[in-house]
């Protein structure tokens, strides 16, 4: 248990997973523990799976509901952060939901919802690699790309709440189907899925045989860890694949120098980690060959240093500064 008695609870709640996390009064991580997210399930069965989640994580911190002095939860997707209403998330049910008055119904203690990667670029902020910058960018590549901007040492939100979704910049008119029903945005070209899309590909046409293997053609299979595999295997199509999703990533990040001129721009998520320094320095030398003269060199490109724990500790941070904890 913490000295002062109280714990602050950071939750990530996506549409694959749940990670809470617990913390103390100095934002230092007690416990973890994760959870799938129930698939095709209904709000409230998301809901329930994400109390018993921090219910777990509590009961690993040592600590009870009692010692529970808020709980801070990340979400995909709109939301109406004032009034803890989910607008909308995909895969989960949620339609204007009131999530945060039923979170604190069921902990007892008051809730903070936020996005997701805005969360996890508040945490690289206030405890992470964007420690002391006062404007900076967060890139967070996975199955998709989401982002946030920070200006003037604050998590710059837009009129709705919705700044920094730099996944959706349309870098190729006409290029590969996004997601969101665009072409050619920088997520449907240099995202996880996008780097999935394209082994899938390779592998039914009999280019990669490392990548058929290792997942066969089930596109679900065709995660970070089974393209790494094929790559590692001696699949040079899959490889080249990888290195033209840093290649638009590049493009993406010289666009967001030009428009914001940040210091600082973190890449989470966890793809740079999984695909190394080959990876990031694509990445970087597309990102230098795209950039106007005058501007080489004047944003420093760095890793996430809390990984997984960036969006939980986001997410924990507005609930420790409201009860008033949370170090400076």
Request: hydrophobic fraction near 45%.
């Amino acid at each position: 248990m913490p000295k002062d008695g109280r714990v602050y609870v950071g939750a990530d709640l996506g549409a694959t997973k749940i990670l809470a996390a617990v913390f103390d009064s100095s934002m230092k991580p007690l416990a973890t523990e994760k959870a799938k997210t129930p698939r095709e399930a209904s709000a409230k069965a998301v809901v329930a799976a994400l109390a018993e989640t921090v219910r777990r994580a509590l009961a690993a911190s040592g600590a009870d509901a009692k010692s529970l002095a808020g709980v801070g939860v990340a979400v995909p997707g709109p939301l109406d952060r004032a009034r803890g209403i989910v607008r909308y998330t995909p895969n989960m049910g949620f339609k204007d939901y009131a999530l945060g008055s039923e979170l604190a119904g069921l902990f007892g203690a008051p809730a903070f919802l936020d996005n997701d990667v805005q969360a996890g670029v508040y945490g690289e902020l206030r405890a992470g690699a964007l420690r002391g910058k006062r404007n900076a960018v967060g890139v967070f590549v996975g199955t998709g790309i989401g982002g946030g901007i920070v200006i003037d040492g604050k998590v710059y939100r837009g009129s709705t709440g919705s700044a920094g979704e730099v996944g959706h910049m349309t870098l190729l008119d006409g290029g590969a189907l996004c997601g969101c029903g665009n072409y050619g945005c920088l997520e449907a070209l240099a995202s996880r899925g996008a780097m999935a899309k394209d082994a899938l590909a390779l592998a039914a046409a009999g280019k990669a045989p490392g990548m058929l293997d290792a997942a066969g053609t089930d596109i679900r299979k065709y995660r970070s860890s089974a393209i790494a595999s094929s790559i590692e295997s001696g699949d040079k199509s899959v490889r080249r694949a990888v290195d033209r999703a840093a290649y638009w990533l590049g493009v993406g990040l010289a666009n967001i120098v030009h428009l914001l001129n940040p210091e600082a721009i973190v890449i989470g998520g966890g793809i740079a980690t999984r695909f190394g320094e080959r990876y990031l320095e694509r990445a970087l030398a597309s990102m230098e060959e795209h950039l106007m003269p005058g501007l080489s060199g004047s944003a420093q490109v760095l890793l996430s240093e809390l990984g997984d724990l960036a969006v939980p500790t986001g997410a924990a941070y507005p609930a420790a500064e409201a009860a008033g904890g949370a170090a400076p």
